[in-house]
């Protein structure tokens, strides 16, 4: 019920809570992160893209944890390099929040996350 629950509320939600294992650490750390969905998958970016710590965490460790209005699923990652897939997903991005807005918070993208929510 996880997942049918979490894509409920993804549904009218404009950010999700991610969860990853620090590389390092080995300690959970969460952040509210903005995404698109494609049926039953997921697409963020790292504001920072590759260097970003949340993204350098899922490369490390690809389990993952999201949650919305009290629903919750723990998933896998998969980074994304191809540069022409992020282009689709800044694309996505600026189609539900802006390419305004887009373009001021992702500068320089080089990645993007993708997370099956199947």
């Known amino acids: 019920m996880a997942v049918a629950e979490l894509m409920q509320v993804l549904e009218g939600a404009r950010e999700v809570e991610l969860t990853v294992t620090g590389r390092r650490s080995g300690e959970e750390s969460s952040r509210p992160v903005w995404f698109t969905q494609d049926g039953e998958r997921m697409?963020?970016?790292?504001?920072?893209?590759?260097?970003?710590?949340?993204?350098?965490?899922?490369v490390q460790t690809p389990r993952i944890r999201l949650a919305a209005d009290g629903a919750e699923l723990e998933t896998e990652a998969t980074p994304i390099t191809d540069a022409a897939v992020v282009d689709?997903?800044?694309?996505?991005?600026g189609e539900k929040y802006g390419d305004s807005q887009v373009k001021q918070y992702y500068p320089d993208q080089d990645v993007a996350v993708e997370v099956s929510l199947a």
């Open 43 to 58: 697409f963020l970016l790292p504001v920072g893209g590759s260097g970003s710590n949340w993204y350098r965490n899922i």
């Open 88 to 93: 689709d997903v800044l694309g996505r991005f």
